[in-house]
Antibody, heavy 123, light 109 residues
Framework: EVQLLESGGDLVQPGGSLRLSCAASGFTFSNYAMSWVRQAPGKGLEWVSGIHGGGQSSIYAESVKGRFTSSRDNSKNTLHLQMNSLRVEDTAIYYC????????????????WGQGTLVTVAS | EIVLTQSPGTLSLSPGERATLSCRASQSVSNNYLAWYQQKPGQAPRLLIYGASSRATDIPDRFSGSGSGTDFTLTISRLEPEDFAVYYCQQYGRSPPFTFGPGTKVDIK
């Protein structure tokens, strides 16, 4: 069964850091680009970051550029999101999501999502 | 950045009725890289439609997508009780950011 399981969400003070992880199983992890999508309480979905299957490049929303870094360890089938200089407005459930097609030069729709991990930024 | 607008914000319908949801893009979506997701309370989103009109795996055929360019539609032919949820459109492809629309809530009338 294809599965994604996020972890690492916590309560952190403004200006603090947090590292989220996403453990993947049931598919050839390195063949797929992965993304992070977040959802503030009671709000809609916001794409945050994507990373190619080989980890050679990553892209970011303007709202997190320079503060967040995506990485992956294909030997451990794990995706990470390092979040620095956290702001109150970063409070959200963070989902990792898998591209629906193997790496093909295009970022695809997300066919598998994790259950999410809650990040709360507050003093 | 492509901005997606969804309408209506809320759609109140009865089981068995037809639902028509709209997603409009601020500029043309290349190759019709437009997806629809369903989200129920406390759950992660689920992919329904990709490429504007292709159903994802295990999605019932009462869900259909259409449109091209800047105007897209998700149609649920006959609403089942489990279809009452929030629906988001998203554009993806070659040019990030891969934005989502604000969502349409389909609730029971």
């Amino acid at each position: 069964e294809v599965q994604l399981l996020e972890s690492g969400g916590d309560l952190v003070q403004p200006g603090g850091s947090l590292r989220l992880s996403c453990a993947a199983s049931g598919f050839t992890f390195s063949n797929y680009a992965m993304s992070w999508v977040r959802q503030a309480p009671g709000k809609g979905l916001e794409w945050v970051s994507g990373i190619h299957g080989g980890g050679q490049s990553s892209i970011y929303a303007e709202s997190v550029k320079g503060r967040f870094t995506s990485s992956r360890d294909n030997s451990k089938n794990t995706l990470h999101l390092q979040m620095n200089s956290l702001r109150v407005e970063d409070t959200a459930i963070y989902y990792c999501a898998k591209d629906s097609l193997p790496q093909n030069g295009v970022w695809d729709a997300f066919d598998i999502w994790g259950q999410g991990t809650l990040v709360t930024v507050a003093s | 950045e492509i901005v997606l607008t969804q309408s209506p914000g809320t759609l109140s319908l009865s089981p068995g009725e037809r639902a028509t949801l709209s997603c409009r893009a601020s500029q043309s979506v290349s190759n019709n890289y437009l997806a629809w997701y369903q989200q129920k309370p406390g759950q992660a989103p689920r992919l329904l439609i990709y490429g504007a009109s292709s159903r994802a795996t295990d999605i019932p055929d009462r869900f259909s997508g259409s449109g091209s360019g800047t105007d897209f539609t998700l149609t649920i032919s006959r609403l089942e009780p489990e279809d009452f949820a929030v629906y988001y459109c998203q554009q993806y492809g070659r040019s990030p950011p891969f934005t989502f629309g604000p969502g349409t809530k389909v609730d029971i009338k």
